[in-house]
């Protein structure tokens, strides 16, 4: 799980919570299937409403300006962000994404989720999301304009709402690097690389250490 601060502009973030008062929200209901009608509960803008589409173009560009992301991800395909909102009462239960997404003519596979907190942590009570990981449950609020970026092969959900609104852009990637661990170890050895650059970027053991994550990236790819 990585966490991306300050992912959105102080200038963007305004924009977009601006527009998404005034914008016309659906029952999210609608982008779920089977037995996952039954835990969601939320509100979305509609897929075909063009408002998300040009919000969405925001927090796309937003996401790979970010050089943490494109090292985290190695993003082959963005998914259309979704704007969802949390009103007292509202949650999803615990569930897993869809493997693979459809959109229009392209399916997407859905290896990477990824969170934009909109509003800020102290405007609302509860909206945690909550992730199962190997060592325990995380429970993530962040502050508006940042973002968390985890495998969308975990379980995860959003607890209950109390009081305010919760507002946050999702959106799924599918990567270059089709397994979490494989991204997590090319993600841990592109920061060593980058901290020893800084002290001495011409130093050849580090430039053969480059050669060797580019082939280990390719590998992986493959």
């Given at each position: 799980m990585l966490s991306l601060r300050s992912l959105l502009s102080r200038d963007d973030l305004t924009l977009i919570n601006a527009r998404l008062d005034a914008a016309a929200w659906v029952d999210g209901r609608e982008t779920?299937?089977?037995?996952?009608?039954?835990?969601?509960?939320?509100?979305?803008?509609?897929?075909?409403?063009?408002?998300?589409?040009?919000?969405?173009?925001?927090?796309?560009?937003?996401?790979?300006?970010?050089e943490q992301f494109r090292a985290a991800a190695f993003p082959?395909?963005?998914?259309?962000?979704?704007?969802?909102?949390?009103?007292?009462?509202m949650t999803y239960g615990w569930h897993a994404d869809l493997a693979h997404m459809r959109y229009g003519e392209q399916v997407l596979r859905s290896d990477v989720a990824c969170t934009v907190f909109l509003s800020a942590p102290e405007s609302y009570q509860g909206g945690e999301l909550a992730v199962r990981t190997p060592l325990g449950e995380l429970r993530v609020k962040m502050p508006a304009g940042d973002a968390v970026v985890y495998p969308a092969t975990t379980?995860?959900?959003?607890?209950?709402?109390?009081?305010?609104?919760?507002?946050?852009?999702?959106?799924?990637?599918?990567?270059?690097?089709?397994?979490?661990?494989?991204?997590?170890?090319?993600?841990?050895?592109?920061?060593?690389?980058?901290?020893?650059?800084?002290?001495?970027?011409?130093?050849?053991?580090?430039?053969?250490?480059?050669?060797?994550?580019?082939?280990?990236?390719?590998?992986?790819?493959?």
């Open positions: 779920a299937f089977g037995a996952t009608r039954k835990i969601k509960r939320n509100l979305q803008l509609a897929a075909g409403d063009p408002l998300a589409a040009e919000l969405g173009g925001r927090v796309r560009t937003a996401l790979l300006e970010s082959e395909h963005i998914a259309p962000v979704r704007f969802a909102a949390y009103q007292p009462g379980m995860h959900r959003v607890e209950p709402v109390t009081s305010g609104t919760r507002r946050v852009a999702i959106t799924w990637i599918q990567s270059l690097i089709t397994t979490a661990e494989h991204r997590e170890l090319l993600f841990d050895m592109r920061q060593a690389i980058a901290r020893l650059r800084e002290r001495d970027p011409e130093n050849e053991d580090l430039i053969r250490l480059n050669v060797v994550y580019q082939n280990f990236a390719r590998l992986l790819s493959g």
